[in-house]
Nanobody
Framework: QVQLVDSGGGLVQAGGSLRLSCAAS????????MGWFRQAPGKEREFVAG????????YYANSVKGRFTISRDNAKNTVNLQMNSLKPEDTAVYYC???????????????????WGQGTQVTVSS
């Protein structure tokens, strides 16, 4: 049974940093693309960042480029999202997701992802 467990969210002031983590189990983690998405109240879920299976390719939404960094540790079955210079508009529930298409490059559409974490709340105060 595939399980993704998100953690690391919290309340932070604008300009601060947070590091989100996602622990995966029940899948051959090193074979698959992983992504982070977020959903703010009243808005649709949006792509934040994605990383290929080997970590050789990373993609970012324009809104977070230069501030967020996605990484993965295939030995520990974890994917992380380091978020720096946080802004109030980054406030959302953040979800990690797994794309089980073998050898895929990171996709920005949430329909490409097969499994999702439970989400972790990030709140950035001004």
């Amino acid at each position: 049974q595939v399980q993704l467990v998100d953690s690391g969210g919290g309340l932070v002031q604008a300009g601060g940093s947070l590091r989100l983590s996602c622990a995966a189990s029940g899948l051959s983690f090193s074979k698959y693309v992983m992504g982070w998405f977020r959903q703010a109240p009243g808005k649709e879920r949006e792509f934040v960042a994605g990383i290929s299976a080997s970590a050789g390719n990373t993609y970012y939404a324009n809104s977070v480029k230069g501030r967020f960094t996605i990484s993965r540790d295939n030995a520990k079955n974890t994917v992380n999202l380091q978020m720096n210079s946080l802004k109030p508009e980054d406030t959302a529930v953040y979800y990690c997701a797994a794309d089980l298409r073998y050898l895929a490059l990171p996709a920005t559409s949430d329909t490409a992802y097969d499994y999702w974490g439970q989400g972790t709340q990030v709140t950035v105060s001004s």
